[in-house]
């Protein structure tokens, strides 16, 4: 109930810088998925050999992890361009 009260309650550019860094988040994680699929796909024996010593996960978390560092940065600066930081 309180994310429900607290979404309703956010000014309109509050909602943009939101929006915006979700668009940027959801844009890049399928790009991510989108390239390790080909990657896996083009080299299945490579891809096999990491996916058993833990280096494609660790690899797809760290990808990740910069991904959602990116929106992050992306909707802060939309906070700030909009002057939501008084």
């Not at 660790?58 to 361009?81: E, P, Q």
């Amino acid at each position: 109930m309180t994310p429900i009260i607290l979404a309703a309650s956010a000014s309109a550019s509050t909602k943009l810088a939101l929006g915006i860094g979700l668009v940027i988040f959801i844009v890049l994680f399928f790009k991510l998925l989108v390239g390790f699929l080909k990657f896996c796909l083009r080299h299945p024996f490579l891809s096999l050999l990491l996916l058993i010593g833990g280096g494609l996960g660790l690899a797809f978390h760290f990808l990740l992890g910069v991904i959602i560092v990116i929106a992050v940065i992306c909707g802060g600066l939309v906070f700030f361009a909009l002057d939501q930081f008084n």
